[in-house]
Each structure stands twice: as C-alpha cells, then as structure tokens.
C-alpha cells in the first residue's frame, strides 16, 4: 500500500510552547489529509480535514486557533499544537487520502504528544 | 443511530481459529469500505478495501460487503498470534470523511 509518514514519533514538551507535527505522503499525491486524536483505548476522534491550498476544516469543538492546520503542498500537511497544556497530551494520527484508486485512505504512524 | 455500528469485544480466541469481525450501517450513501488493523501505540494500517457487494480475498483475510443489508463483515482464517490488534471498519460515501467504527479488540492465544 502506499506510504504516509509521520514526523515525530513521539514529542515531549514544556506547557505553553508549541509542536509541529509533520504528515507526508511519500509515493503519491494527497489532496486531502486528515488529522485524527485518539485517546487510550477509543476510536480515531476526526479533528479537521485539509485540502491542499485552502484552509481546513475543522470538526465542531475542535478550536481552529489552538491546532493549526498547513497543507502547503500535495505531499505535506502539518499541525501545529499551540500554547500546549496538559490536557493536549494524547496521540495524533494523519490519514492522506489517494493511491490507485484516489478513495483509499492511508495513515501515518501517529505521534504521542506529552505536554508537562 | 450511529451511522456505523461496531462491537468492541474484546475477542479472544485460541491459534488457528477463523475469526469473524461485523460492522452495521446506517448510510445508503457509503460506497467504499475499509479494514484497518491497529497496533497498540500505532496508526491503523489498511487491510482491505472494497466497493462493491461480494467478496473479496487477500491471504488468510476475506472482507465480506453485503450493500443490500448494510453489512461488512471481515473474515481472518488461521488466526495467529500476531493478528492480536484492535481492527477498525471504516466507510466513506458522499462526504470525503471516513466513518469508523469504534473498533474491536481481538486477542489470538498462542
């Protein structure tokens, strides 16, 4: 299957400071990402989806300004934690939607964020 | 309703069963259908993909997509240990969102 990678793995930080998260599709172009939470033990919660060249979309209750979203280019999506707190501590998975078909929806290897 | 209905288990079972995992739907309007198995601490990696009613075959995995009942089934023959992971349907139609079920932990005992 086609490739997503995610960048960092895993990420500690300060409260307050921010984190940049990287998703990229690797083998073929995405023109739309998804940016996913998932807390211990639950399903992927869908934050916002990301066309490339125009603004996300963010899902209700889901604060725009507190997680920003860039997809700059048809490979590369990022979200950026801002003003962390502890309560943003959780895993944070990419999804970029393309391959054979176009429909196929391919994952990056998340990211555990851990604010202290 | 939830548009997508999925079990959570957990499942267990011993080495070698043929495990048997189902998702309900509610939205006429989905046309694809995924599986993705899930490791602990690891985004989900895509399994099967399917589009139309019928069967389809990959190894020891058979997805199952019944349009006519909203119902997709995923089949894993010869279940070993290391398919012991939480498996997610997922579905997607009109909309550019997936739907996900809540996901259903499987153990596969040695």
């Known amino acids: 299957g086609a490739v997503v990678s995610q960048h960092p793995s895993r990420v500690i930080c300060k409260s307050g400071t921010s984190v940049k998260i990287e998703c990229r599709s690797l083998d073929f172009q995405a023109t739309t990402m998804f940016w996913y939470r998932q807390f211990p033990k639950k399903s992927l919660m869908l934050m916002a989806t990301?066309?490339?060249?125009?603004?996300?979309?963010?899902e209700q209750g889901v604060e725009k300004d507190k997680f920003l979203i860039n997809h700059a280019s048809l490979t590369l999506s990022t979200l950026t934690v801002t003003s962390a707190h502890p309560e943003d501590s959780s895993f944070y998975i990419c999804s970029a939607r393309g391959g054979k078909r176009g429909t196929e929806a391919f994952f990056g290897q998340g990211t555990r964020l851990t604010v202290v | 309703q939830k548009e997508v209905e999925q079990d959570p288990g957990p499942l267990s079972v011993p080495e070698g069963a043929i495990v048997s995992l189902n998702c309900t739907y509610s939205n006429s309007a989905f046309q694809y259908f995924m599986w993705y198995r899930q490791y602990s601490r690891k985004g989900p990696e895509l399994l099967m993909y399917t589009y139309s009613s019928g069967n389809k075959e990959d190894g020891r995995f058979t997805a199952q997509v019944d349009k006519s009942s909203k119902y997709i089934s995923l089949f894993i023959r010869d279940s070993q240990p290391s398919d012991s992971a939480t498996y997610l349907c997922?579905?997607?139609?009109?909309?550019?969102?997936?739907?996900f079920g809540k996901g259903m932990k499987l153990t596969v005992n040695p």
């Open positions: 997922a579905m997607v139609g009109g909309s550019e969102k997936l739907v």
């Open positions: 990301s066309n490339e060249g125009s603004k996300a979309t963010y």
